[in-house]
């Protein structure tokens, strides 16, 4: 079994800073990729911000410059740092795990976390 807690989220006035965090528990063998991904009202589900198991970063072009994603490997655990926020980044936000186990080490299965409103406004 794994689950994927997450918590940070809230209301914060436009300019303001919020940090998601997202940790994974569970008989997993390895973490491939963990990420970040938004959904407001009415719209499909975006890709926000990805980071690697050797650090490496994505980051959607509405957020790059304003957004941190890192990682600790020793807690298996994910962050988001948001700064300058805007109205338009109001969405719930969904941590996601790409993850190995030790029965099909060749394989990647996805999980997701249930979700943290974010909501920016003044």
């Known amino acids: 079994q794994v689950q994927l807690v997450e918590s940070g989220g809230g209301l914060v006035q436009p300019g303001g800073s919020l940090r998601l965090s997202c940790a994974v528990s569970?008989?997993?063998?390895?973490?491939?990729?963990m990420g970040w991904y938004r959904q407001a009202p009415g719209k499909q589900r975006e890709l926000v911000a990805t980071i690697t198991g050797g650090g490496s970063a994505n980051y959607a072009d509405s957020v790059k410059g304003r957004f941190t994603i890192s990682g600790d490997s020793a807690r298996n655990t994910v962050y988001l740092q948001m700064n300058s926020l805007k109205p338009e980044d109001t969405a719930v936000y969904y941590c996601n795990a790409r993850v190995r186990f030790r029965t099909t080490p060749s394989l990647l299965n996805d999980y997701w976390g249930q979700g943290t409103q974010v909501t920016v406004s003044s």
């Open positions: 569970g008989s997993i063998f390895s973490i491939h990729t």
